[in-house]
């Protein structure tokens, strides 16, 4: 198994353009999370799904942030318009019903 | 999910035994206690778990108190690559980190 896949594993871009962030969880997880890191805050829970439906998405900073699961391998996390203040490492993590897997991560630096 | 107090930083000597701490008073019947670590920028890592029996595997093991109001991280033989955060979570489901202890095995 190729674990939790991330992409990009890098993205910089300017303040105000839209960000996607991608997440392909593990085959046969059928929970998956977003997690943002700052030096400042750790690591923070955006959002989870269960069968590709949101469950909790009270971690989510503001209406600019969006996630979808249109599938159960494939996952969005959106950010429009972005700000400097969203630079971060965001981090994926599936799961069944014991510990999570976790992606390698996308260090996102809006300038 | 119940908080979790955990030392801020911790030493330990290469070859040596890691004993981690870590304090979860508030802890309800169904909540599992979890370890993971995270080695640099890389994505946390799961260790071990446990609901009230102590656990051991190829990485650790994972004492918990009688009262499940505390536990301790074990890695027997500390080496250089064992250098991380090291965080306790408990919880029903969802995990939520705190700030962890970041774990230092000098040679």
């Known amino acids: 198994d190729a674990g939790v896949i991330q992409s990009p594993r890098h993205e910089v871009t300017e303040m105000g353009q839209e960000v996607t962030l991608r997440c392909k969880p593990i085959?046969?997880?059928?929970?998956l999370f977003w997690y943002r890191q700052t030096m400042m805050r750790g690591l923070e829970l955006l959002i989870y799904?269960?069968?590709?439906?949101?469950?909790?998405d009270s971690g989510m900073p503001e209406d600019r942030f969006s996630a979808k699961m249109p599938n159960a391998s494939f996952s969005t996390l959106k950010i429009q318009p972005s700000e400097p203040r969203d630079s971060a490492v965001y981090f994926c993590a599936s799961s069944n019903r014991g510990g999570y897997t976790f992606g390698s991560g996308t260090r996102l630096t809006v300038v | 999910d119940a908080k979790t107090t955990q030392p801020t930083s911790m030493d330990c000597a290469e070859g040596r035994a890691a004993n981690l701490p870590c304090n979860h008073s508030t802890i309800s019947g169904n909540e599992y206690v979890y370890w993971y670590r995270q080695i640099h920028s890389q994505g946390p890592q799961y260790i071990i778990h446990g609901l009230k029996n102590n656990e051991t595997n190829e990485m650790a093991s994972l004492i918990i108190t009688e009262d499940r109001k505390s536990s301790t991280l074990i890695l027997p033989h500390a080496t250089l690559r064992d250098t991380a955060v090291y965080y306790c979570i408990v919880r029903a489901f969802d995990m939520r980190f705190g700030a962890g202890t970041r774990l230092t095995v000098k040679p």
């Open positions: 085959s046969g997880h059928d929970y």
């Open positions: 799904f269960n069968n590709n439906v949101p469950i909790d």
